[in-house]
């Protein structure tokens, strides 16, 4: 199975950046797409950004123009730029990957979190 390992949170302040990154490992056979999800103290989880294999990119409405997601296939990493971070930005925040493990069977796989906070 495959394993995905969050970094780079933190504290920061309103108006700074961040650069979270994560690192697929484990039975790789191919990714469809990575991305990256948040959730806040009582909401639902969120998608973020994501990048599929083909370069196709999404992003969240409340991130656009501020976050930037960004890919290494040959690494198995994704990278998620945060600039003009908002309190509202305050979630922990989850690293996905869609990955088939062999040649016909995939899953959705997720990190354990990493917990930015924007506060002054």
């Known amino acids: 199975q495959m394993q995905l390992v969050e970094s780079g949170g933190g504290l920061v302040q309103p108006g700074g950046s961040l650069r979270l990154s994560c690192a697929a490992s484990g039975s790789i056979f191919s990714i469809v797409a990575m991305g990256w999800y948040r959730q806040a103290p009582g909401k639902e989880r969120e998608l973020v950004a994501s990048k599929n294999s083909g370069g196709g990119t999404e992003y969240a409405d409340a991130v656009k123009g501020r976050f930037t997601i960004s890919r290494d296939n040959a690494k198995n990493m994704v990278y998620l730029q945060m600039n003009s971070l908002k309190p509202e930005d305050t979630a922990v925040y989850y690293c996905?990957?869609?990955?088939?493990?062999?040649?016909?069977?995939?899953?959705?796989?997720w990190g354990q979190g990493t917990q930015v906070t924007v506060s002054s």
């Open positions: 996905n990957a869609r990955a088939y493990t062999t040649y016909s069977t995939w899953d959705d796989y």
